[in-house]
């Protein structure tokens, strides 16, 4: 057996200094089995060293610098990560609210309800919201015990990352792969985010992880672990997470180290794992009656398998989305949620989020099977770049031509598959770097990150004008000097790694500290300076039309008010507090209650929206479909006051403005028609029955869309809140706090 100790190294001393270290895998025709220490040196875990000593050392066979840099890893991350945290407030109040209703109702907790009171859901499963709404309940409702598990969960994808790569690849590899991921922009902003994302992304890597461990022995119990990971991920976002099922299945069934029967029985069993990981909440929920439970939020008959089929799944896709704001343009066009086709993730709309590195992604890819295709059918190497790469290209191409709702920050499921490939493929080809096409590759790998780089800064030339230049010139240099890296001195060799390095991945770095310097809330929330994410853009350097990070035709969600406000831009407030600029506020909001809502009364306005009125999109202190309102003092005392006597303080239309009710109250609020204002739920006759039973105190004026959205909503779903607002108007006393204005449902105008 070849270990890695057994390795032969090109020519040349480490550009890390000192002995030269196994950078790359065994030989790609050995067999591939676990690297095992020497036996007669200790374990890092044997328990006569003492632990503090074992955990700084690491493994014996290590270089002593591999342990410290590794926590130096991921101490950075999580300082990068928790700067400036609270700056987002409450970040999504529509999850920050279904977490509070966690932290608040054991009930809601499991069902992922938006208020305590269990009305509705959110529309995806609950299992993201669960470590938020544990936190909450230990640490009392603020934005670092909302947000700080997201950072964990970011720490954590880093260090699953370093472990995959380092076990097969070396400590230099997982280094690489671990520090592409942490600064990569969208992976910044997702893992201080309050969506689903986090949790996937971490889980997709672990998946990865167990799968890879598993192609090295054809453990039974590795695969398993896999799909019990994939089950849960499937609680977190439903379908997304089965997006690199097809390419892990078939790396799995081809390359495995067993006979092809037990391949087959291995996988039917992790399909089994999966399916009770994920199914067993599922089939709680449609076991249970739907009367004691909430509807389920997203769909349009209170059922999760429609939710998952439908607006969670093949709708996404075909942008068939019924309850939905509409679709996308497909093959190539350019729709709702932006342009279509092969180069979607190239282009202005998403580019700077994720792309950096990704053209040296594709190469190094390329490389690494060009590089094995000799080799046996079990060679481990080989196999890590079928699963990381089969996954990225997988979920790149669903990415780029699903028609339906995409958002920029989707994309940080790429982030750990790049960083994988980029991490892998360097250092296997520094490997070979004696052979003129391996240095060559090294290089244009390099080239290719320096050249896209700048293209990626020229986008937003008054950012960093200068970075762009020292882009490109020091990736260029450091290419060359990679050319002849086996033939220089470790000096040299040194500084061609470090610049080559540094060049790849400063723009990134720029834009990711951008990102962590500013708050961001809403439902749709880009990464990098203002102007980097520009919704509707051709793909070309400067981009096209539309509003950064915005929906379609809509505002900027980053904290700033657009054309037809009349508020300034807010800062969050301080740790674990709400933003300044008026109780119950959120970041960016105008606080005087009357200016810009982030997301409406945008110069050419959202798709279908209506004027200010009963039901429309105006009104000061209303929430729109993007983010909450503003709650002023006023409002916040108005509801509180004998809300005890009550099932819900108050209802309003769609769960952004309800949310920021309830976050600012404490107290449940019902969402009329769930997120988008367009489910069925309530209907008419039961909202009537939940006032003539004294359940509702308030109804708030105004909110969500409601209807009218496009998507292709039934006549039922579109009337169904816009019925209880009429009803509601026509037979209740009106009552104006301010610029907000509520309808007591405890006083009726007339018998």
């Not at 700056?87 to 999504?92: L, V």
């Not at 880093?158 to 520090?179: E, N, Q």
């Not at 976002?237 to 029967?261: H, M, S």
């Amino acid at each position: 057996m070849t270990t890695q100790s057994d390795t032969s190294h090109q020519g040349g001393a480490s550009p890390f200094g000192g002995a030269e270290p196994s950078w790359g895998p065994p030989s790609s025709t050995a067999l591939q089995e676990p690297v095992a220490p020497p036996s007669a040196a200790p374990r890092s875990g044997d328990p006569k060293q003492p632990f503090f000593r074992r955990a700084w050392r690491g493994r014996p066979e290590d270089p002593r610098w591999v342990r410290p840099a590794f926590l130096a890893l991921l101490v950075a991350t999580g300082l990068l990560y928790l700067y400036n945290l609270s700056a987002s407030g409450y970040a999504n109040s529509f999850y920050s609210a279904a977490v509070q209703a966690g932290s608040q109702s054991w009930k809601a907790l499991f069902f992922g309800s938006l208020d305590s009171a269990n009305a509705i859901t959110v529309d995806k499963p609950p299992a993201s919201l669960w470590p938020m709404a544990l936190s909450v309940r230990i640490f009392g409702l603020n934005s670092w015990a909302i947000l700080v598990p997201e950072v964990l969960m970011g720490v954590a994808t880093v260090g699953v990352l370093y472990g995959a790569l380092r076990r097969r690849f070396s400590p230099a590899a997982g280094l690489i792969a671990g520090a592409v991921l942490a600064l990569t922009p969208v992976a910044a902003l997702m893992f201080r985010f309050n969506n689903p994302d986090a949790m996937l992304a971490l889980l997709m890597t672990v998946t990865i992880y167990c799968v890879v461990r598993a192609l090295e022995d054809g453990r039974t119990k590795w695969l398993v672990w896999a799909g019990a990971a994939v089950g849960f991920a499937f609680l977190a976002k439903t379908l997304q997470a089965f997006l690199i099922l097809p390419p892990l299945a078939v790396v799995y069934a081809v390359c495995a180290p067993v006979r092809l029967k037990k391949r087959f029985a291995q996988l039917g069993l992790s399909a089994v794992a999966m399916v009770v990981a994920g199914g067993w909440w599922v089939a709680i929920v449609e076991l249970w009656p739907a009367s004691s439970r909430p509807y389920i939020g997203g769909s349009q008959n209170n059922s999760f398998l429609e939710l998952t089929f439908g607006y969670n799944g093949l709708g996404r896709i075909n942008g068939d989305e019924t309850g939905s704001v509409g679709g996308g343009g497909g093959g190539g066009g350019t729709g709702q949620w932006g342009e279509t086709g092969w180069n979607r993730m190239f282009n202005s709309e998403i580019g700077s989020q994720i792309s950096w590195l990704l053209p040296a992604a594709l190469i190094l890819f390329v490389a690494g099977i060009v590089l094995t295709r000799k080799a046996k059918r079990t060679d481990l190497t080989r196999s890590s770049f079928l699963a990381w790469g089969g996954a990225l290209l997988m979920t790149a191409i669903i990415f780029s031509y699903m028609a339906g709702i995409f958002h920029q920050y989707y994309t940080v499921a790429l982030a750990p598959y790049i960083a994988a490939v980029v991490g892998m493929g360097a250092t296997v080809l520094w490997e070979e770097r004696s052979k003129v096409w391996a240095s060559l590759t090294l290089a244009g790998a390099v080239t290719a990150s320096a050249a896209w780089g700048y293209v990626l800064l020229n986008r937003t030339p008054t950012y960093l004008p200068w970075l762009k230049w020292l882009v490109l010139i020091g990736g260029l240099v450091g290419a060359l000097g990679l050319i002849f890296a086996a033939r220089l001195g470790r000096q040299l060799a040194l500084a061609a790694v470090g610049l080559s390095f540094v060049a790849s991945v400063a723009g990134p770095t720029a834009y990711t500290l951008s990102t962590v310097n500013t708050g961001h809330t809403g439902s749709i929330v880009t990464a990098g300076p203002a102007g980097a994410s520009m919704m509707g853009g051709r793909g070309g350097p400067g981009g096209g039309g539309g509003m950064r990070g915005g929906f379609p035709g809509g505002g900027n969600t980053q904290g700033q008010n657009q054309q037809g406000g009349n508020g300034t831009t807010q800062q969050g407030g301080g740790m674990g507090q709400p933003p300044t600029g008026g109780t119950g506020g959120f970041p960016g909001q105008n606080q005087q209650g009357n200016g810009n809502t982030q997301g409406q009364n945008q110069q050419g306005g959202m798709p279908g929206g209506g004027a200010t009125g009963e039901g429309g999109m105006g009104g000061g202190g209303v929430g729109g479909l993007l983010n909450g309102a503003t709650v002023s003092s006023a409002a916040k005392k108005l509801l509180e006051t004998n809300a005890g006597d009550y099932t819900w303080a108050a209802a309003a239309i769609g769960s952004q403005n309800s949310a920021s009710y309830q976050l600012a109250t404490g107290k449940p609020v019902m969402a009329i028609g769930g997120f988008n204002g367009t489910d069925p739920s309530p209907t008419l006759a039961q909202f009537k029955k939940y006032v003539t039973d004294g359940k509702i105190h308030y109804f708030i004026s105004g909110g969500s869309m409601g209807g009218g959205m496009g998507g292709g909503n039934s006549s039922s779903t579109t009337s169904t809140s816009s019925q209880i607002s009429s009803w509601v108007t026509a037979n209740f006393k009106k009552v104006t706090v301010g610029s907000a204005t509520f309808y007591d449902l405890t006083q009726p105008t007339s018998s």
